[in-house]
Structure formats: structure tokens, C-alpha cells
């Protein structure tokens, strides 16, 4: 029984070993592509549309290559709707995963997110709601929280802003 124990404590250490020897450097950067706007009459409601995506850059730092990997990030996305009133929290969480193929010694991957929509409205010709809802609405980013696994194991983490992870779940 003693020598199964230490079997399983000596490999499950080393593939650890192995799984978490790599320095890796992670950093995200929002890319913002213009999209359409239709204004509306008196008494109507404005709209605009735009996309926006996350560049994921991931630099190996260390002097081997690694195998391959898989980023898979949570995107925060404010979603204001005209009318609503505060105190609700409009947040959705955009999930996603790319492959990253093996990263050489000393050199970096660059991968994308999806692409997601971002809308804004208002209302238009001085118009308002009784209750005191929101006039104007716009969805925004939140932040962006990132983990680079290799297999099941995190081998690197990020998050912009860093208090993301603080303030949100990643399993909710």
C-alpha cells in the first residue's frame, strides 16, 4: 500500500512539474470595429451598433516550447436597457475557447475572441418614462478574465482589470 502512495504522490507531483513549467505572460487588448446608427424621428428612439473582440497575446517566456494549449476566457458585458431603472445588474458573461497551437521557446501566439455585440439607444425627441427608467442605454465591457490550460490543469491566468476576479465568479 505504502509503494501505490508514493507511486501516485511521485508522478502526480511530477506532472504537475511538467504542466506548470512554463512562465508565460498573458495580456489582453480591446479591438473596437465601428458599426451602423439609424437615428429616428420625434419621439422615437436612436440606435447605433458596433462590435468589439479581445486580442489575446501569449508570450512563453521560457527556454523550451510548449505543447499545445487552450485559452478559454469570460468576457463581462453591461447590457443597459431603455426603461430600466437602477439597482439591476445587467451583466452578461460571454464564454469562449480557442486552441493555441505550441508556443516556441522565447516567442508568443496571438489569438482573437469572438466577436461580440455591443448596441446603444436613446429615446429621442425629449421624450422620457413616468417611472424614471433610463432614457439612454449602452452595453460595455466590463473586463476580460482569461485561463491558458493545458489538459485540465491552469498552467496561466489573467484578467483586465485585474479586480475582476474579485468581484465576479468564474464557475457561476
Not at 447590457?79 to 486552441?99: F, I, M, N
Request: charged content about 25%.
Amino acid at each position: 500500500m505504502r509503494v501505490i502512495l508514493y507511486c501516485i504522490a511521485l508522478f502526480g507531483s511530477s506532472l504537475l512539474a511538467v504542466a506548470g513549467d512554463f512562465d508565460l505572460q498573458i495580456s489582453a487588448q480591446k479591438k473596437t470595429h465601428q458599426g451602423e446608427k439609424s437615428t429616428a424621428g420625434p419621439g422615437g428612439i436612436s440606435k447605433a451598433k458596433e462590435t468589439c473582440a479581445f486580442e489575446i497575446t501569449v508570450n512563453n517566456n521560457s527556454s523550451k516550447d510548449t505543447p499545445q494549449l487552450e485559452a478559454r476566457y469570460i468576457v463581462f458585458v453591461l447590457r443597459e436597457q431603455l426603461g430600466e431603472k437602477k439597482g439591476v445588474d445587467p451583466t452578461e458573461r460571454v464564454k469562449g475557447s480557442k486552441p493555441i497551437e505550441p508556443i516556441k521557446a522565447h516567442n508568443k501566439a496571438v489569438i482573437q475572441t469572438d466577436d461580440i455585440a455591443l448596441k446603444q439607444s436613446s429615446l429621442t425627441g425629449g421624450w422620457h418614462y413616468d417611472a424614471g427608467g433610463k432614457i439612454n442605454a449602452k452595453d460595455a465591457t466590463k473586463g476580460i478574465w482569461i485561463k491558458i490550460f493545458q489538459g485540465d490543469t491552469v498552467v496561466g491566468e489573467y484578467a483586465l482589470p485585474s479586480t475582476i476576479k474579485d468581484k465576479e465568479n468564474w464557475d457561476k
